[in-house]
Nanobody
């Protein structure tokens, strides 16, 4: 059974850091393009980053570029999102997702309709 489990969310002050983890079971992460999405209250889900299954190239939305870093550990079958310089507007539920096709790579942005497998989400709250 394909399963993704996020962890690492929590409450952090503005300017602080968090590292989110997404552990996979039932499939090999390396074969998937893995993405991170977030959804703030009252807003649509936003694709903020992905790491390509083809060559580990990465994408970041402008809203997180320079502050967030996506990576994967093949041995642990886990993908990470390192989040630095957090801002109140980063407050959201964060989801990891996997795209087993090449759709995300071909279009170059993480569109949630192209992702097959989803985690349950982890809450990140940035507040003083």
């Amino acid at each position: 059974q394909v399963q993704l489990v996020e962890s690492g969310g929590g409450l952090v002050q503005p300017g602080g850091s968090l590292r989110l983890s997404c552990a996979a079971s039932g499939f090999t992460l390396d074969a998937y393009t893995m993405g991170w999405f977030r959804q703030a209250p009252g807003k649509e889900r936003e694709g903020i980053s992905y790491i390509s299954s083809r060559d580990d190239s990465t994408y970041y939305a402008d809203s997180v570029k320079g502050r967030f870093t996506i990576s994967r550990n093949s041995a642990k079958n886990t993908v990470y999102l390192q989040m630095n310089s957090l801002r109140p507007e980063d407050t959201a539920v964060y989801y990891c997702a996997g795209d087993r096709s090449t759709r995300t790579i071909r279009i170059g942005i993480p569109f949630e309709g192209n992702f097959d497998s989803w985690g349950q989400g982890t809450q990140v709250t940035v507040s003083s």
